[in-house]
């Protein structure tokens, strides 16, 4: 059943390129104008009344939820606020008729995610649930569903369903922006077409592991091990901070890359390693400079940047690229190195990958 793989967490990140396609089938207009949700059918009156979206979820979800916030915001235009859901439910959220709650979740029965979301229902929300498992809990409960179509995870370490959940907020927000005239037809068609070709370049990426493997070969065995970024970056590394957490037990943590000189910069020592996203090019000279600042510190720094950006190399001791894409897409890309990462790393420490001690798949105690 894990089909040659070794482990199920690596058949499932090598699964990506067809369950991203899976995602979008049916859901882009033949012409790549436009996204379009048989499930959801709102209308422009319908998008009109939300004022605010609120996001929850529990672990890879919640990093898929922040994403999200980039997309919903710079796209629809729609303010969000992302919460992990077991704090949402008892902060007495400001969440009314002009609200929609979207909840993300893998299994659809996270108690804590189900518990958000009657909540939302209670207040008076409009409620969306983005999961996996149809006919779950948290599908069943919510107004509307968009189902990821990932496929099976039984790895409790979320691959395909946390690149799904992003490919899913991405879409819902491009339909929002349609609906909304937030953003010129062109430039919804070019990142349709982004879309398009997603699958084939995850593809690409996964044909050569080696110099990730490598990585995870030589700092396996270090023990804290720092993720920065900044924008979209700053929300991929804190899901590769998880991943590699979760299975491998390395220290891991994640910063917002201008922010590290406010906090833990001190941490940063002769020879721990720092993967360095550097993928968004509006803030790519900004993460330069935080990139100096770690280096200036004797820190060993892996670069994760888009393919043709020669400049990169002049600052960080290796790189790993990515196929040149959308900035918005960036992060779909820009996680899968960080997965491998985590897995080679578990690896290579003897580590249960597929069960990590202490975790289980879907909680459904709160
Ligand atoms: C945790 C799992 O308990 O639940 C994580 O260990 C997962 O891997 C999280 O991301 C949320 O799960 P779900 O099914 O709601 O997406």
């Known amino acids: 059943e894990k089909g040659g793989y070794e482990h199920f967490m690596i058949k499932e990140i ?30 422009k009156e319908d998008v009109a009344n939300i004022k605010k ?32 859901a077991s704090e949402f439910r008892y902060r007495s959220p400001l969440t009314d008729e002009q609200t929609l709650a979207i909840v993300i979740s893998q299994s659809g029965e996270t108690s804590d995610t189900l518990a958000a979301l009657k909540e939302a229902k ?21 107004d509307q569903v968009i189902y990821t179509w990932a496929g099976p995870e039984i790895a409790v370490a979320s691959t395909k369903a946390y690149t799904t959940q992003l490919i899913s907020v991405l879409m819902l927000a491009l339909y929002l922006a349609d609906l909304k005239g937030t953003l010129p037809p062109e430039r919804i068609q070019e990142l349709i077409k982004g879309l398009r070709a997603l699958p084939g370049q995850a593809h690409e990426l996964l044909e050569d592991v080696e110099p990730v493997k490598t990585f995870a070969q030589q700092y396996g065995f270090n023990e804290d091990v720092f993720f920065i970024g900044r924008s979209l970056d700053y929300a991929v590394a804190l899901e590769g901070s998880l991943k590699l957490k979760e299975i ?37 000279e900004k993460m330069l400079s ?18 043709g950006d020669e400049e990169i190399k002049k600052y960080v001791d290796h790189t790993i690229f990515i196929p040149a894409t959308d900035k918005y ?22 580590a249960d990958v597929d069960k990590p001690r202490n975790l289980a798949k879907s909680v459904t105690v709160e």
């Open 14 to 43: 090598y699964e990506q390129p067809k369950a991203i396609r899976e995602t979008m089938t049916g859901r882009l207009a033949k012409d790549d104008s436009r996204v379009v949700f048989d499930e959801l059918k709102w209308t």
């Open 290 to 307: 935080n990139i100096k600042e770690v280096k200036a510190r004797d820190a060993v720094v892996i670069g994760i940047a888009m393919k």
């Open 53 to 84: 979206i609120v996001i929850t979820a529990c672990g890879t979800a919640f990093h898929a939820g922040i994403v999200g916030k980039y997309y919903l915001e710079q796209l629809a235009r729609i303010p969000v606020e992302v919460d992990i």
């Open 248 to 284: 491998s037990y390395i220290h891991a943590e994640a910063y917002a890359a201008g922010e590290l000189k406010h906090g833990t910069l001190a941490l940063i020592i002769e020879g721990v390693p720092v993967i360095a996203l550097a993928t968004q090019h509006d803030v790519y």
């Open 329 to 350: 897409l960036a992060p779909i890309l820009a996680v899968i190195p960080l997965q491998l990462l985590a897995y080679y790393a578990a690896v290579t420490r003897g």
């Open 122 to 142: 209670r207040l008076g929300a409009r409620t969306l649930a983005i999961t996996n498992v149809v006919g779950s809990s948290i599908a069943r409960e919510a």
